[in-house]
């Protein structure tokens, strides 16, 4: 299974992009017209945080500066809130406390730093889609594994009822013959091969018994 298996036939892969310069916006836009994608923007988190709600990106790009909520913490609340979107964080910064809080944190599948190489974002970016494809996969085999585990569960237990019931049958079966048998008032006996007694009424025995 691919992409195609994750989306909607004909659905293009979905990017937010969420940075406080207009102009990083429209420049990566820009960049990433050569990919099949749907991009929507975003000035800061909060605004991003609602086109999230909106839109359900499977990939998210956010810078690290950014007034009020800054990258890692708008990136954490995406990975609360859309748990398969891919999240990559643009940032100028060395920072590299950051960079680990970053990692720690919101789990973000790459760095891009500015200012960018055009063939790098792009390349990055559809590496995001293609893991997203793959975790979404992988979800999505569990789902079917846990529900066919389920359904074997589910089965198995069945059958072992019908076991039980069927041996409790056979056990009763078993014993109305054997009353059936003991009740007979002629003396009888089943014979081996070799002509000795596999089993005996109650009238056999007595007999035997007796001497006769």
């Known amino acids: 299974m691919g992409l195609a298996h994750t989306q909607e036939a004909g659905s293009r892969g979905r990017l937010l992009l969420v940075d406080d310069e207009e102009n990083i916006l429209k420049s990566i836009r820009r960049v990433l017209r050569r990919g099949d994608w749907e991009i929507e923007t975003a000035t800061d988190a909060e605004e991003g945080l609602k086109r999230l709600d909106q839109f359900s990106p499977q990939v998210v790009i956010s810078d690290f500066r950014m007034p009020g909520m800054n990258g890692v913490e708008f990136l954490t609340r995406v990975k609360e809130q859309v748990p398969l979107a891919q999240r990559i964080m643009l940032t100028g910064q060395a920072d590299q406390t950051a960079i680990e809080e970053a990692i720690n944190r919101s789990e973000i599948f790459r760095f891009i730093s500015k200012p960018w190489n055009d063939s790098h ?6 590496s995001a889609f293609e893991q997203y494809a793959l975790v979404a996969e ?3 085999l569990m789902q079917v594994t846990q529900e066919q585990n389920a359904e074997l569960k589910k089965l198995n237990t069945e059958l072992e009822a019908r076991v039980e019931s069927r041996t409790l049958m056979l056990s009763q079966a078993k014993r109305d013959w054997e009353q059936t048998f003991d009740c007979i008032e002629s003396p009888l006996a089943v014979m081996q091969g070799d002509y000795m007694v596999r089993r005996a009424n109650t009238a056999h025995l007595k007999r035997a018994a007796q001497g006769e």
Do not use: E, G, I
């Open 138 to 140: 992988n979800k999505q």
């Open 121 to 126: 974002l792009v390349l990055t970016v559809k």
